[in-house]
């Protein structure tokens, strides 16, 4: 005689959750296996024509190559970036938005006024994009052929200069607060909304001048429009081979770094994260990709999501101390 064994509601309903469990495990793992399915949003939060929608566009054109499926870059400029970013952080984890940013990051909550996210809580690090260095260019009718006159300038007519940037807390505003420290001068902020319409002013008279990354002002230097006084590192810029060092400009401090990075929202499965972040990986490594970021100024550097983390946190503390009290 054979007896079927009833099961007791308490057994059923651990059954079911442990069930639910192991569904739920392999959910990331699925996810990533088929993403993506239909196109990815890649939100810039500037205007087209900087440093971070170059990238952006550089990079994405290849994940849709790679994956078979549009990574669309959507330019949101406005309040150094944090319209863009916040749009990010309230979409759903689940790698169809995406962020391309840069180090304003971690500094935009000195200068911005109820932060609606946070840098660090709000969102998924996936990879750092790369780093870019600063140029400090100048309207071709500055009387000024050389980083020493435009100091002596500006030193005679305090605050006359006007320098431009993507925003409060972008990174050609710290460039620029760097340069007035550096050199001991006095310059007046006006911020855009994004480092592409900040040199359109430049070139056309609005303001004199910018300390913004090579990538959106090596173009116009090369092609007479802007005049590049120095490069804010330790070497001369392979983009810009013509123009000093800060060094050979007389100003050595006047080092400064642009970092990029991709992110995600908050919560992304782990798995697909490690999917994006191969694939990206992979795009950086590819010697065109290379080839047109350093042309642009930017030296292609990928990460893993950890290492991102770890840069961003550090980053974080650095500009916490360097911007303690400054705009308050």
């Given at each position: 005689?054979?007896?079927?064994r009833?099961?007791?509601?308490?057994r059923?309903?651990?059954?079911l959750?442990?069930?639910?469990?192991?569904?739920?495990?392999?959910?990331p793992a699925?996810?990533a296996?088929d993403?993506?399915?239909r196109p990815v949003r890649?939100?810039?939060?500037?205007?087209p024509?900087?440093?971070?929608?170059?990238?952006a566009?550089?990079?994405s054109?290849?994940l849709?190559?790679?994956?078979?499926q549009?990574?669309?870059?959507?330019?949101?400029?406005?309040?150094?970036g944090?319209?863009?970013?916040?749009?990010v952080?309230r979409?759903?984890p689940?790698?169809?938005?995406?962020?391309?940013y840069?180090i304003a990051?971690?500094?935009?909550?000195?200068?911005q006024?109820?932060?609606?996210y946070?840098?660090?809580?709000?969102?998924?690090p996936?990879s750092?994009?790369?780093?870019?260095?600063?140029?400090v260019?100048?309207?071709?009718n500055?009387?000024a052929?050389?980083?020493a006159e435009?100091?002596?300038?500006?030193?005679?007519?305090?605050?006359k200069?006007?320098?431009?940037?993507?925003?409060?807390g972008?990174s050609?505003?710290?460039?620029?607060?760097l340069?007035?420290?550096?050199?001991?001068?006095k310059l007046?902020?006006v911020?855009?909304?994004?480092?592409g319409p900040?040199i359109?002013?430049?070139?056309?008279g609005?303001?004199?001048?910018n300390?913004?990354?090579v990538?959106?002002?090596g173009p116009?230097?090369?092609?007479?429009?802007?005049?590049?006084?120095a490069?804010?590192?330790?070497e001369?810029?392979p983009?810009?081979p013509d123009v000093?060092?800060?060094?050979?400009?007389?100003y050595?401090?006047?080092?400064?770094?642009?970092?990029?990075g991709?992110?995600g929202?908050a919560?992304?499965?782990?798995?697909?994260?490690?999917?994006?972040?191969?694939?990206?990986k992979?795009?950086?490594?590819?010697?065109?990709?290379?080839?047109?970021?350093?042309?642009?100024g930017?030296?292609?550097?990928s990460?893993?999501?950890?290492?991102?983390?770890?840069r961003?946190?550090s980053?974080?503390?650095?500009?916490?101390?360097?911007?303690?009290?400054?705009?308050?």
């Amino acid at each position: 005689m054979t007896f079927n064994r009833i099961q007791s509601p308490a057994r059923s309903r651990r059954a079911l959750i442990l069930a639910a469990a192991l569904a739920w495990a392999g959910l990331p793992a699925a996810q990533a296996a088929d993403y993506p399915t239909r196109p990815v949003r890649v939100i810039v939060p500037f205007a087209p024509g900087g440093a971070t929608d170059l990238i952006a566009r550089i990079v994405s054109q290849k994940l849709s190559e790679k994956f078979g499926q549009q990574f669309v870059v959507v330019n949101t400029p406005g309040a150094a970036g944090t319209i863009g970013a916040n749009a990010v952080a309230r979409a759903e984890p689940d790698g169809y938005t995406l962020l391309v940013y840069h180090i304003a990051m971690v500094t935009t909550h000195h200068t911005q006024k109820d932060m609606p996210y946070d840098p660090i809580k709000s969102f998924t690090p996936i990879s750092q994009l790369g780093d870019a260095s600063n140029v400090v260019s100048v309207n071709v009718n500055v009387p000024a052929k050389n980083l020493a006159e435009l100091v002596a300038l500006a030193k005679k007519s305090p605050g006359k200069f006007n320098f431009g940037s993507s925003g409060i807390g972008g990174s050609d505003h710290l460039g620029g607060e760097l340069l007035q420290q550096v050199t001991e001068t006095k310059l007046t902020h006006v911020p855009y909304k994004g480092g592409g319409p900040a040199i359109a002013a430049i070139i056309g008279g609005e303001i004199e001048l910018n300390a913004g990354t090579v990538a959106q002002a090596g173009p116009m230097i090369k092609a007479g429009r802007l005049r590049g006084l120095a490069v804010m590192q330790k070497e001369r810029s392979p983009a810009l081979p013509d123009v000093p060092s800060a060094p050979e400009a007389g100003y050595p401090a006047l080092d400064y770094t642009t970092w990029f990075g991709l992110w995600g929202p908050a919560k992304m499965p782990p798995d697909l994260v490690t999917a994006i972040n191969g694939a990206v990986k992979e795009v950086l490594a590819r010697a065109d990709v290379r080839e047109a970021l350093d042309k642009a100024g930017v030296e292609a550097k990928s990460s893993t999501p950890q290492e991102f983390d770890t840069r961003i946190r550090s980053q974080l503390q650095l500009w916490n101390k360097v911007l303690a009290g400054k705009f308050q």
